[in-house]
């Protein structure tokens, strides 16, 4: 009996889709820009989100031009996707307002823009 | 001319400066600045945040870590975090330049900056005393369904049962049992008196953000009691935490669990957060000893938590807390129902236990330097249980008012002053009835009490530099109940001797008052007389420690800390229980002589690379006390302990491995009427997890007690529960076999 809720709960946690995702044949590249990119601080904030991003296959951080370039799968997600993630969890995109409550987590210097309040110049 | 006037400006500007950076005089200074370094290696953290408390004014660190902040609504604490660091706390000082050291948000941390003033609104503290960290993200490498299984990864705190029915766990702290420590929720007085005994299974592992472990007394403020340690519990604050959360349990026993989490902001000051957490057990089983008694009890809980944090600009902040938790338990014979209770064929185990806790602590900024905080905690407790034939009843009602002032004095040293008074009522009677043949016997009178206990304290914390710091405290209480005036002195301190070397040391008074039947509830657990000749005094010792660390950088974010530690405390009264005098009786008397322990322990931790961190503890406890003239180790303390706890966790975490090896060394038994005597064997205990994290969830599975090493007969004379061979009270390995479990993690940010 435990032994096969054991193998069963194993197989649970190991039979998901295999995450490591290689890139495949279908992947299109996108800038977003991100106006409120002020400092290095959001760097983890932008890398933890895209990479629970389902579709998404690899990313550069652009901190001098106030992008990220993602390259992701066509079949699975789409820009719009990519924003709405980065936006739930504060980071405001061109076309997405970022979640307020997650905004509070960001790092100070990043928060001013998030809110739209400032831009990254006048910090 | 001109060009000498403005060299001479700049040098009077220059040396202006210095006087500021380096003065320990308070200049008046209109901004603040300082320097974030990441605690591990001591390199500059760029763009770490710096904000002020309850305000949204901030600033980022440079390149080089540095920053200065204007000051516009006087002093106040500063928050200063990072992405994957813990966020700390920290008062900044005028004409001081602050370093603010942060840490890794990995599992297991060591505060080492002493930079910041202990007060009641500073969320997190870091203290004098050397204090081990555990934090959330530690405690999700445990199945840690309660603070009873949080320690699993700590050498300092061992966990053990405190008899074989009623499935109740207790801790150690420096080889003394847990109570001789002292349990603070969020820095006020936590599961005292009649609480501590089946305290560790009311506070849900999923509740709290982090556990801090210190060694040795505590400073003056919290009371008279902590002797051999302090344990402060930080539960989720509303502000901060997730809007909701929830984590699902299950074990291969179907024991179940359900933790939930809500917070709401209602705007930047007030917000308020809704704990909740149930358990339950519906089965019972025998796998280990075959003796018809259940492992472990039929067990259900339901704990509610709803606390209100307010914190307006001015620096005002006030914290609410109220909890309310109600359980049962059902052990003994697998053939016992509750309608058996008082059976004389059927042994039973019952317990009831409702308890209704509250907190509300205010603190504002009296001045640029001083700040007045108050704490005041109330509890009321009702417990009711059974072991066989005997039964006990106990009623606890406490309230407890603490006045603090915080004051800068010149140069940031500082002074603590504050008054505190304590009621506390407990109305406890057992009825003792060990075995069928005897007679039952009534301890009302002993163990009821009513104390009011006025105090005062105060301290003295010396700085010197970033190099030095010593705490001097005083505190004076008066004892209604034991007509005692009770002196507690405390000395602290800090030394950095060379480089990344530090130094602390701890030494000072405790004293409690026993509560002997709701500490040692194996009592009852077993078919020995009760012998309670004399009036139980206040247990009295004194503790004094030495802790020497020392941090030594491997490549650019990865670090190794040793630290070695001995402490040892010295009874001058202690509620002795007296096994060894023969087996079918248990003496409690008052100390006759001498009790002491001495523990020695040395921790590494070490990051071999990113992601794999390890960490290695060793501890050798000797722990004697004279029993009726002869000198014993105390039972059940291991001689020694090993730890191994490895952690491992791919890049984003998205994989996370939690591994702990435990080597438990030799124990002495007591007398008893088992066919172990004298020594029980060292033994291994090894747990492991797997966590996967996905985007809006995770999910992880573990095993606890891999080796499946257990006791073989955990009830001594099972065959005969209502005769005098019955012991269930003799608990030296685990009593649950090898278990698998699952679980889930969800939330909403």
Known sequence: MKKLLVITLLSILFATPAFAQKKAKNTKTTEISIPGYCCKGLNATIENTLAYERGVVEWTLNLEKKSVTVVYREDKTNPSKIEKALAANGVRTANEKPNPRAIEKLPACCQPAARGEKSCDKM | MLLQRRSLLQLFRLLLFCVLLFSTVGLAAQEVRGVVLDDASGTPLPGAHIQWQGTLKGTTSDNEGRFSLLVTDGLRPLLVGMTSYVTDTVMPQEGVPLEVRLKTSSKKLRSVAVRQRRKNTVTRMSSIAQTEVITVEGLKGLACCNLGESFENSATVDVGYSDAVSGSKQIQLLGLTGVYSQMLLENTPFLRGLSAPFGLGYVPGQWMESISVSKGVAT???????????????????????????????????????????????????????????????????????????????QQQFNVVNRWDYEAPSGFHSQTLVNYIHEERLGGDMR?????????????????????????????????????????????????????????????????????????????????????????????????????????????????MREVVPGAFGQYTFRYGDDFNATAGLRYDYNSHYRRHLLTPRLHFRWRIAGRWVLRGSGGMGYRAPHVIAENFGLLASGRDLVINTPLQMEEAWNAGVNLTRKIQLGDDRELTFSIDYFHTDFLNQTVIDWDQDAYTAYIYNLDGRSYSNVIQADLNVEPFVGFSVSLAGKINDVRCDYNGTMLRKPYTSYWKGLLVLSYHTRFEKWRFDFTTQLNGPQRLPLNKGTLQGEAPAYLYMLGQVTRKFKRFEVYAGVENI?????????????????????????YAPLMGRLFYAGLRFNIR
């Not at chain 2, 603190?363 to 039964?391: C, E, H, I, K, P």
């Not at chain 2, 080796?707 to 608990?731: K, L, R």
Request: hydrophobic residues 35%; aromatic residues 14%.
């Open chain 2, 336 to 448: 016992f129902e509750r309608s058996l209770r008082g059976s004389d064929s059927i042994y039973g185990f019952g317990g009831t236990t409702d308890r209704l806790h509250f907190f509300t602590k205010n603190g504002f900024m009296l001045s640029n330097t001083a700040s007045f905080g108050s704490q005041v905690s109330g509890t009321w407790f009702r417990q009711s249980a059974y072991y066989g034939l005997s039964d006990y009843r106990g009623e606890e009602k406490d309230l407890y008012v603490n006045l603090l002032v915080n004051a800068e004095v010149s140069g940031g040293h500082m002074v603590d002053y504050g008054l505190s008074l304590r009621y506390e009522e407990i109305d406890e009677s057992l009825r003792s009835q060990p075995y069928l043949s005897a007679a039952a016997v009534t301890f009302d009178d002993q163990l009821s």
């Open chain 2, 220 to 298: 003056v403020k919290n009371g008279y009691d902590a002797i051999t340690g302090t344990i402060n519990l930080e539960y989720e604050k509303p502000a901060k935490g997730d809007r909701f959360s929830l984590n699902l349990y299950e074990n291969s026993d179907l024991k179940s669990e359900v933790t939930a989490k809500l917070n709401h902001r209602f705007n930047n000051r007030l917000s308020t957060g809704l704990l909740f957490f149930g358990t339950y057990n519906a089965r019972r089983a025998d796998h280990i000893g075959h003796d018809g008694f259940a492992d472990y009890p039929l």
């Open chain 2, 707 to 731: 080796t499946g090493y257990v006791q073989e007969t955990p009830v001594i004379g099972y065959d005969a529960p209502f005769s005098q061979a019955f012991d269930a009270s003799v608990v």
